[in-house]
């Protein structure tokens, strides 16, 4: 028997060898790591089930087990690698796995079924979802005496259990898991705020459910890479999620992005999610990368290029190796916890169909409006400003888009500073920067470096920020929210309207449901800028659609 021994153990080192040396995120040797983490679970529960398989003095199934277990145990134990414990694991008897399995929690359940399928379907099985069922949401009716947890699953028939295919109650216990996330939350986002017209515990909810946000990025050839946020920012009226890493996948292999919510599906209000529980992905957009091109080029400075890809996402490039550096993606406060949560890896969440209001006097046209404007750049805030009683003229509707003027070139008073110098503010875990409008440093043609220093040629910096927008409607609903990057540019010709001792720069946005134009003038005495027009567009269609009316 020693030789024999001798002899298996020396069949095992080679893989023994290979496996510890194997990438921590390779999906080769995800099944290894799950394994290695179940042959410890075993050996903890095996101890277990014989000390309770004593005290309760039954149990055949159990009993028999108990040798197989140490035996299983000790050689676990004494060759010390996750592929002996596997190939143990699956010579065990059925009866003995399932015993084992019903000590487990849901989370080590569900990586259990992972391994394999057998151990799929032996962690699929109904009377140990059954269990946790009851144990999880017990019947609301109250006796005066409290039954146990094995005394309700008991009390359900076993044929009853049998009859229902392989993996029934698994799926009830987590579809009424997911059921319960979703009316807490939606319990949560019930308040609005009147100003904002927003959910007042956004920031909450955001909290209490473990809410993230992951990138997709998809190789041509099919391959994905996985890559969870780095740093998030919470605005007034939107959140600003950051991905940045050294061992990005290079560009030219990348075909497309997905922006994905990721939450917990076990959500618990007393304890923070498992890092390694089940989550759910929501599809929020989809990007194709092909699209990083000159004209979608919105900033840059010395170390990278800002580009813009609509709705709201920002890929900054270095200059040098043409390399990604950062993605960071702006999402508004509107509906964004159900565009987060309620979706499919696949599929985005579609916003239900929306009952027009009644406009009782469409002659007059578009009134009692209120728009919300903030301008930030990297945690950074210039401009936080509410602006109501807004109208507009029947008459005031220029290639489909309805005009308000919120604030007049010529009427001074209305004229609002800007709080520091318009910019975005990057960061990853190497460099950070930020760029905003005047002569900085760029790295040209005739570059050099010496002693880690660049010594470059100035030329002009692109400037950019990000514009967060809520139009509410007359009964204060939101009408249309966006949040966007938008580039800073100086203005082409004089401005039609009262001189101003500086320089003048416009910020744009448009897309088919609005747009918003501002104009800024940079005042070098007090070195502030200062916002001297705004004007917003509303399309015809989005008035049409949410009002029910033919303008």
Sequence with gaps: MAGAWERSRARTRPARRSGSRGGGLSGDSQPTHARARLCARVTGRAALLGRAARRKGSGVKVAGGLPVLRQYSRRGLHNGKSSNCSVSLDRMPSEVLLNIFSYLDVVSLLCT??????????????????????ATFPSKRSYWKIASVD????????????????????????????SF???????????????TGLPVKTKEALRISGLGWTLILREKSGKEHIVPHADLSLNDTSVTVVWYRTDWPHLDTLSTLDLCGVTPVFMDQYKAPDPNGPRWLSLIAKYEL?????????????LVRIFCLNPGLLVGLWQKEDGLAFVMATLHFHHLVEKSTLGSATLPYMLPPHSPFVDDSPEYGLQGY?????????GIFYLCSTFRNLFSRKGCIDNGYVKFKVISLKNNREHLPLIGKVGLAWRTNVFDGFIETGPVCSPGLGSCMERGVVFVQPRPCGSCSILDVTLLDEHRKPLWCVSSPVRV?????????PTFLGHTYYVSYMDPEGGVHAELVWIEETEEYFLISLVLYLSVAKINQWFGTKY
């Design 489 to 497: 540019a100086p203005a082409a010709c004089p401005l039609d309207g």
């Design 290 to 302: 092909t699209h990083l091109s000159k004209t979608t080029m919105i900033g840059w400075d010395r």
């Design 151 to 178: 005394e309700t699953a008991a009390s359900v028939s076993s044929l009853s259990v049998e009859e229902k295919e392989v993996g029934y109650w698994k799926r009830e216990y987590i579809t009424k898991q997911i």
């Design 113 to 134: 079924g992972c391994v394999s399928r057998r151990f799929y379907q032996l962690a699929s099985d109904n009377l140990i979802w059954i269990k946790i069922y009851s």
């Design 181 to 195: 996330v979703k009316a807490r939350l939606a319990h949560i986002l019930k308040p609005v705020n009147p100003y």
């Design 370 to 378: 209120q728009l919300h404007i903030d301008m930030h750049g990297g």
